[in-house]
């Protein structure tokens, strides 16, 4: 079988990612057709050897698109999915849009692959956030041996994360200081280059932000709502590549070495756990690999049954554009898409 699959945003590092992923794990397509703003008209994009050109969304009749993967943020996401999959195809949306709404699956297909039946007639499954991803890949393992009480994280967040202009936004900074130019800032509230900045999204009433605030409900809904999460979510001047610093406490007693063979076996877990020099991985070696890395496991003296451990991801790949595909390809292993069976009736 191969089917017909849009990608709106396909334009942004995200859309890129997904065209990319799309093309190296041989998803079976008749035709992929990128889809962005009426500026990005015609703009060149990559499927494996591919170019493309990309076309309007505003123009484009979905009817006989069997998956539509969306990059394109929540406004876009807002207006289109629910018309998107009215004429027929399934949504995986990368925005925050759905994420929380009941009859939308998040899904992390290493962690919830069976959510994935709870989709509605809306056609909508939603794409966690970047940093969840990423962490419960992690978490899930343990939580299955150990159950989970609370979780603890500060993040390291790449500025890819935020886009292209953020991108552009470091390097110009960092230039800038070597040649004594002014610091310029438009995409983020403070000086990037060579500075980390405690703010990621908007702030809300209790103090949080609401990066920090997606972090706890999404897990809880991934993986376990009885699961007490709180983070603290900082962006960092790296490029790519997400890193966590996480501390786990669990209900019942887990050794680090346990943990180690526990993430070893477990899918989408890459285990680099050394306790010397370069044992450890950082966002520098992550950038264009598939997996969740995974070190520093360490018992956590001070509390009972605790463990710390530090795990870094690609976001663009499994923080969105993988996860997305991984999606794709669990509805395609299920029979629910392109024509094989319709999202709520049993297969």
């Known amino acids: 079988m191969s089917l017909k699959v849009a990608v709106v945003g396909a334009t942004g590092n995200v859309g890129r990612e997904m065209l990319n992923i799309l093309a190296e794990r041989e998803f079976p397509v008749r035709e992929v057709v990128p889809l962005a703003s ?21 123009n484009f009749d979905f009817t006989g698109t069997d998956l539509v993967l969306m990059a394109a943020g929540g406004d876009v996401a807002a207006q289109w999915a629910p018309r998107i999959g009215a004429q027929g195809a399934i949504v995986i949306d990368n925005s925050s849009k759905f994420r929380m709404e009941p009859d939308v699956p998040l899904i992390v297909p290493e962690v919830n692959a069976e959510a994935v039946r709870k989709m509605g007639p809306r056609r909508i499954i939603a794409n966690p956030n970047c940093s ?37 936004e470091l390097w110009a900074q ?7 130019d002014p610091v310029e800032k438009s995409v983020f509230t403070k000086q990037i280059a060579f500075n980390v900045i ?20 999404e897990t809880q809904k991934i993986l376990d709502p009885k699961i007490a999460l709180t983070a603290t979510c900082v962006r960092v001047p790296v490029f790519v590549g ?13 050794s680090d070495d346990e943990a180690r063979d526990i993430l070893r076996e477990a899918p989408g877990c890459l285990v ?5 020099d370069e044992g450890y991985v950082t966002p520098v070696e992550c950038v ?21 451990m530090w795990i870094v991801s690609d976001n ?12 794709a390809e669990l509805l395609l292993n299920r029979g629910m898409v392109g024509g094989q069976g319709l999202p709520g009736k049993a297969h």
């Open 38 to 58: 009426s500026r990005s008209l015609g703009k060149e994009v990559s499927y494996g050897d591919r170019t493309l050109k990309t076309r309007v969304l505003d």
């Open 132 to 168: 969840t991803a990423q962490l419960v890949v992690a978490l899930k393992p343990l939580h299955d041996r150990a159950r989970i009480k609370r979780v603890v994280v500060a993040t390291y967040q790449s500025v890819s994360g935020k886009g292209h202009a953020a991108m552009d």
């Open 174 to 180: 960092t230039r800038g200081i070597f040649v004594a």
């Open 198 to 217: 405690p703010h990621i999204d908007v702030f809300l009433k209790d103090g949080s932000t609401k990066e920090e605030w997606k972090m706890r409900v």
């Open 242 to 254: 997400h890193s966590e610093a996480v501390n786990v406490e669990f209900e019942e007693p887990i």
């Open 272 to 276: 680099v756990d050394k306790r010397e």
């Open 288 to 308: 264009g690999d598939f997996a969740t890395y995974i070190s520093r496991i360490r018992v956590d003296p001070t509390v009972e049954h605790g463990l710390d």
């Open 316 to 327: 663009l790949r499994k923080g969105a554009a993988l996860n997305a595909v991984q999606i």
